[in-house]
Structure formats: structure tokens, C-alpha cells
Nanobody, 129 residues
Framework: QFLLVESGGGSVQPGGSLELSCTAS????????IGWFRQAPGKDREGVSC????????NYADSVKGRFTISRDNAKDTVYLQMNSLKPEDTGLYYC??????????????????????WGQGTQVTVSS
């Protein structure tokens, strides 16, 4: 069974930090491009960040640039999303997704979400005072 499991969500005050993790189970994460997405209540799911299999390419939504950092540890089959200076508008359900593309050296936030083959169940992030 191929699974992606997100963890690390929670409730924080504005200006706070969280680190999300996305861990693969049943398959190796290494050959996969990984994307982080989020969905706020009443809004469409949007791309937040992505990282290529060898970490030679990353990308961020304009709304999170300079505050979020994506990284990965293929030996641990895990991708991380460090989120700093959190704002109320960062509130949402955060998902990671995997796309098999072992030679990718670039990823785009606007990539068709339908291309991603595996999705996690999401972890909730709430930023509120």
C-alpha cells in the first residue's frame, strides 16, 4: 500500500513557526517530485511549494516566499516544509503529493495537480491569535 503521511500541523499565533513532514510508506520517495498544497475553508486547493528529486530545484508560491523553506531527506523518505512568520492567511489543510519524475530539475507551483500520483490525507495548520 502506497501512502503519504503528513505531520507537524497545529495551532500557532501569528509570527509563529511550524515544520511539516511528509513521509512515504510503501514506496521510496527518492524518484518523486514532491509538492505541498493547502486548502483553506471555502477556497480551492493551491500549490505552496515543490522540490525536485535531487533537491536541485525548488519553487514557492509568491505568498510564502521568504517565509517557507522546503527540503527533503531521501534516505528517510521524508520531505519537510519549514514555515516561519506564519500569518492567519496561512491557515488551511496542508497536503503533500508525489509525482514520479526522477530526472526533474525544475518544478512549478502551477503544475497540474492531476499529475500527482499519490496524496496524503493532510495536516491542519491554524494561525490565530
Amino acid at each position: 500500500q502506497f501512502l503519504l503521511v503528513e505531520s507537524g500541523g497545529g495551532s500557532v499565533q501569528p509570527g509563529g513557526s511550524l515544520e511539516l513532514s511528509c513521509t512515504a510508506s510503501g514506496f521510496r520517495l527518492g524518484p518523486h517530485l514532491i509538492g505541498w498544497f493547502r486548502q483553506a475553508p471555502g477556497k480551492d486547493r493551491e500549490g505552496v511549494s515543490c522540490i525536485t528529486p535531487r533537491s536541485d530545484g525548488t519553487n514557492y508560491a509568491d505568498s510564502v516566499k521568504g517565509r517557507f523553506t522546503i527540503s527533503r531527506d531521501n534516505a528517510k523518505d521524508t520531505v519537510y516544509l519549514q514555515m516561519n512568520s506564519l500569518k492567519p492567511e496561512d491557515t488551511g489543510l496542508y497536503y503533500c503529493a508525489a509525482l514520479w519524475d526522477p530526472y526533474a530539475s525544475f518544478c512549478a507551483i502551477g503544475d497540474d495537480q492531476g499529475r500527482y500520483e499519490f496524496w496524503g490525507q493532510g495536516t491542519q495548520v491554524t494561525v490565530s491569535s
